[in-house]
């Protein structure tokens, strides 16, 4: 059983950065993808960015540029730096890693105008 556990998210001014970060432990034999999605109230999860075992990187367009995602394949770990953030990247933030699929429990960023 793979389980994820997510910290750094809050609240923040419009404008302002954070970090997310997303341990990973457990039965894990090899973790390609590593990645962040987020749904925000009324609409559905989507993809935030991801990044695969060899570095590669891809990014949602509304958040190219801004937010900067990382890990650490020794500690099994992702980040997100967010940066410049807007009000309408207000969401829960949940951690992705796999395959097979594993989410974490997700973290809330609230962005003020």
């Known amino acids: 059983q793979v389980q994820l556990v997510e910290s750094g998210g809050g609240l923040v001014q419009a404008g302002g950065s954070l970090k997310l970060s997303c341990g990973i432990s457990g039965n894990i034999f090899k973790l390609n993808a590593m990645g962040w999605y987020r749904q925000a109230p009324g609409k559905q999860r989507e993809l935030v960015a991801m990044?695969?075992?060899?570095?590669?990187?891809n990014y949602a367009d509304s958040v190219e540029g801004r937010f900067t995602i990382s890990r650490n394949n020794a500690k099994n770990t992702v980040y997100l730096h967010m940066n410049s953030l807007k009000t309408e990247d207000t969401a829960v933030y949940y951690c992705?890693?796999?395959?097979?699929?594993?989410w974490g429990q997700g973290a809330q960023v609230t962005v003020s105008p």
């Open positions: 992705y890693a796999g395959p097979p699929p594993a």
């Open positions: 990044i695969e075992h060899s570095g590669s990187s």
